[in-house]
């Protein structure tokens, strides 16, 4: 069975071998539903007042687990079956008060979503509000009543992308589904499966690269800070961090405290530095953003490299992740997980260098915790495997059928069109 990772031996929750000239034909997914038993949402969410685009921006049916995420350019895309008789949509943000529309049961295209930022301070925080450490040891004790106490199988929409500079190399794209054992113990039991998934990959050998960062489609086990505790929360890793009270804000109408922490020692290895927001009436996480410390570059790339070929001098940049949770029927899921790694790559004797960024994200669309099954071990994703190498390819134009998915920015549609291109 595969450990999980430990602050000793940091890893980045991401799996990618880019080689160029490699056969993976591919078509891009479509928004096309292949029945009549479901119907579409799309559109745009903006800041009300300033009208620009909102990213992140959580999309659900109430009460369901039926979800996605707006893209970086603020659309969306949402199918919904009409077995569930769904009365409204909500959109959700950290720091922006909900919005609500309601539905027709019939397709709805270019929904104009105005979201306004919430001003509202918290009140007086009564036990030990001199001690944010307190609240962060509050919350992992109540982990295993706030969360959901059974095993479930989420399903969830998983993209990663790899750019050369401005351009894309690599796209690749899959529905998975994620066993979850009940919260409250460890992560090692939980597993990752690809159930359908495509990739591109660059022709130009000019855009070969081999480099191997360990992860892929499992960031959805190792990322989940409440569940996998020796990321962040375990007793250990606490004693490590120095913890600050931040301004309060609001997610989904309910106010949250917001912890900053950083690093309060030097260990032989990396850690992280960031922020946890944790629900004021529950205690429990609904958000986690965090970066790897880069103040150390040789430890921050012994964190992140497992490959790469001799005489590559390799400098990380940047390592950033995300991580969201949703409320539903008084238990917290989880949500939203994104992660993303930035570095430069250079050949001795040669002059100049190239950055790189990868960017893998995964939102669960759908779950449920009766008659689950455990992935068997032969059927999950391993550490080891690369997610281009394990999807296959179709030319259905409906894909994705009846599958929620992230919708792809308008850059994204535009490179996918380019090494398109490149295979003719």
């Not at 790899?162 to 690749?172: D, E, L, P, V």
Request: glycine share 6%; aromatic share 10%.
């Amino acid at each position: 069975m595969e450990t999980l990772c430990r602050p000793k031996n940091l890893c980045l929750l991401l799996l990618v071998l880019l080689t160029a000239g490699l056969p993976l034909p591919g078509l891009w997914a479509q928004d096309n539903d292949a029945t009549g038993d479901f119907f579409t949402l799309s559109g745009l969410v903006k800041d009300a007042k300033s009208k620009h685009a909102l990213e992140y921006v959580n999309v659900s049916v109430p009460g369901t687990p039926i979800g996605t995420v707006t893209n970086e350019d603020g659309t969306f895309t949402l199918k919904v079956s009409r077995s569930l008789n769904a009365r409204a949509v909500d959109f959700t943000r950290v720091g922006y008060l909900s919005e609500t529309i309601r539905l027709n049961g019939t397709d709805q295209a270019g929904l104009k979503i105005l979201m306004t930022r919430a001003i509202n301070q918290l009140g007086e925080v009564i036990v030990r509000p001199n001690d944010p450490r307190y609240l962060v040891e509050a919350a992992v004790s109540r982990i295993g009543r706030n969360y959901s106490r059974k095993s479930s199988l989420l399903t969830g929409f998983y993209r990663e992308t790899a750019q050369k500079g401005r351009h894309y190399i690599n796209i690749s794209e899959a529905v998975i589904h994620i066993y979850k054992t009940a919260y409250g113990g460890n992560a090692s039991g939980d597993r990752v499966q690809v159930f359908k998934g495509r990739s591109l990959l660059s022709q130009k050998r000019s855009d070969t690269l081999i480099v191997k960062l360990l992860g892929g489609p499992n960031l959805s086990v190792y990322l989940d800070v409440a569940k996998n505790l020796d990321l962040l929360l375990s007793p250990e890793n606490q004693s490590y961090y120095a913890y600050r009270m931040e301004d309060p804000t609001m997610i989904n109408k309910r106010p949250q405290y917001v912890i900053s922490f950083q690093p309060q020692m030097l260990l032989p290895y990396a850690l992280y530095e960031g922020k946890l927001y944790i629900d004021k009436e529950r205690l429990s996480f609904t958000r986690a953003e965090f970066q790897l410390d880069m103040d150390d570059r040789e430890k921050a790339t012994q964190a992140i490299l497992r490959k790469k070929p001799a005489g590559l001098r390799f400098r990380p940049l940047g390592v950033s992740f995300l991580v969201t949770y949703t409320e539903r029927g008084g238990q917290t899921y989880l949500s939203y997980i994104r992660n993303q790694v930035r570095f430069r790559c250079d050949w001795k004797r040669r002059l100049f260098g190239t950055n790189y960024t990868i960017t893998s994200e995964m939102v669960v669309t759908d779950s449920r915790d009766e008659g689950v099954d455990r992935i068997p071990y032969r059927e999950a994703f391993k550490a080891s495997q690369s997610l281009s190498d394990r999807v296959n390819d179709f030319t259905d134009p409906n894909f994705w059928g009846a599958y929620n998915i992230i919708r792809p920015t308008e850059s994204l549609e535009s490179a996918v069109n380019k090494l398109k291109k490149q295979r003719r």
